[in-house]
Nanobody
């Protein structure tokens, strides 16, 4: 069993910052890519940023230059530093991990339960 748990969401004024964290636990051999997604009311879930085990990153155009994704492979943790937040960043943010449970085994995708980020204008 693998669990991903997000933390760090909250209410912030426009222009402010928040830092989200995702902790993975359970039967984990390794984690390939990890990523942050978000879903605003009435909209589809969208990729915010992702990062490979080697540290290569990818960002949505809407957050480039404002958000920074990072991870600690030894601790199975991932962070998202969000600066210069805008009201349109308001959404539930989800952590996603592609997890290898056993050596040589398949990769499974796991999701966290989500954390609310609200940016007021």
């Amino acid at each position: 069993q693998v669990q991903l748990v997000e933390s760090g969401g909250g209410l912030v004024q426009a222009g402010g910052s928040l830092r989200l964290s995702c902790a993975a636990s359970g039967s984990i051999f390794s984690i390939n890519s990890m990523g942050w997604y978000r879903q605003a009311p009435g909209k589809q879930r969208e990729l915010v940023a992702d990062i490979t085990s080697g540290g290569s990153t990818n960002y949505a155009d809407s957050v480039k230059g404002r958000f920074t994704i990072s991870r600690d492979n030894a601790k199975n943790m991932m962070d998202l530093q969000m600066n210069s937040l805008k009201p349109e960043d308001t959404a539930v943010y989800y952590c996603r991990g592609r997890v290898v449970v056993t050596r040589g085994g398949p990769t499974y995708m796991y999701w966290g339960q989500g954390t609310q980020v609200t940016v007021s204008s």
